[in-house]
């Protein structure tokens, strides 16, 4: 296992500085253009970094131990058409949210066909009555991988942030694989992880490659199929641990609709106003002030990092009480409000105003990332 995550960390670093080093002869078709609401970079970048975290998680695959490799493969292939579709975006820049969208249900759908898994154990009684019946359990699946993958790509906005994120939940999610006895799927963690975290040594702090929607699609799907294979494999465990693993995207995520909602926007439009942002804007830019651009993007990660950090911590010491995992979402969903309040409102309170998006104009960014 030490070895198969090696070889994906080599590979996924050597693949993604491999494309930094040749992006002459690619960057017409590969690059992410500096124009657009949410683009905060000032140099035009490679955004095909999901190239490197493919092909290191097939690396990966190769070389695990067949226990690993039993349950990677499928998630590999099911990974396809989510992949796919995103690293058409990338390049071409004319596939749809909702397409992708569809396309990562689609991965879900798969997943379930090859490995007969399909979320049934959420811990809630009268839902998991429901998802007796296979059909809705499958949708249900479908639905829930659709989703967390989309929240990992909206939470793509700084260098490291997402491959950073990503690495801390699979990480989590591997320690409490370990703790009810699962080295298999806690090894397929760390291949994962590992191939963020190399991917994440040419993206951070410098900003030579970006994830694109290729590579945040793809680790947003492994880290959603991971979140349903866990509490799937293991009845102590259910979906509320690895609810509050991806507590941050999740939250990010729900914000963000009901945000855009309120504003009278589609909920797939994109904006300035996500956490990140405002950290960005109110917090980094205010504290290293002559500080180079890139590094002030870089340097708003690490808050975000903790943001994830501390809910996956807290499912790691509660992971097998239902009760505490639940207060715990709760407390991640005030704190996320009263932060987010604060940023935009300068007060620790939530109010209906916390949800409504300032303007462009009121929200003034500067270099950076996306």
Not at 140 to 159: C, E, L, P, Y
Request: charged share 10%; glycine share 10%; net charge positive.
């Amino acid at each position: 296992m030490t070895f198969a995550c090696w070889i994906s960390f080599a590979v996924s670093l050597f693949t993604c500085g491999l494309i930094v080093l040749t992006q002459p002869w690619h960057i017409r078709f590969s690059a992410d253009s500096t124009l657009g609401v949410q683009k905060f970079h000032t140099q035009i970048t490679p955004r095909v970094g999901g190239i490197g975290i493919m092909v290191g998680l097939i690396f990966g695959w190769i070389f695990a131990p067949a226990n690993i490799s039993e349950i990677l493969g499928p998630m590999l292939i099911a990974s396809s058409p989510v992949f796919g579709f995103g690293l058409l975006e990338d390049i071409r820049k004319d596939v749809g949210v909702v397409v992708r969208l569809i396309a990562t249900m689609c991965g879900g759908l798969l997943a379930w066909y090859l490995t007969g898994v399909a979320m049934q154990n959420t811990g809630v009684y009268l839902l998991d009555r429901a998802l007796q019946w296979l059909p809705l359990a499958v949708l249900f699946t479908a639905f829930a991988v659709g989703g967390v993958a989309n929240a990992v790509n909206i939470i793509d906005g700084f260098n490291g942030l997402a491959s950073g994120a990503v690495a801390i939940m699979v990480g989590a999610m591997g320690l409490i694989a370990l703790e009810v006895g699962d080295p298999s799927l806690a090894g397929v963690c760390a291949v994962v992880a590992a191939c963020a975290v190399g991917f994440g040594m040419v993206n951070w702090p410098m900003g030579r490659i970006f994830l694109g929607d290729g590579g945040a699609y793809l680790l947003g799907f492994c880290v959603a199929w991971l979140a349903v294979l866990l509490p799937m494999r293991h009845a102590e465990l259910n979906a509320w641990t690895t609810i509050m693993v991806c507590a941050y995207p999740v939250l990010e995520v729900g914000f963000s609709v009901r945000r855009r909602k309120r504003a009278g926007c589609s909920p797939g439009s994109p904006d300035r106003a996500h956490l990140h942002h405002m950290v960005y804007g109110r917090l980094v830019r205010h504290a290293l002030p002559g500080v180079n651009k890139v590094f002030q993007n870089s340097m708003t990660s690490p808050w975000c990092w903790v943001a994830t950090l501390l809910p996956a911590l807290w499912a790691i010491v509660f992971a097998r009480n239902t009760t505490m995992l639940q207060v715990g979402f709760a407390m991640a969903v005030f704190s996320y409000a009263a932060v987010y309040a604060r940023l935009t409102q300068f007060r620790w309170c939530f109010s209906a105003l916390t949800l409504r998006p300032k303007p462009p104009s009121a929200v003034a960014f500067q270099g950076g990332k996306r």
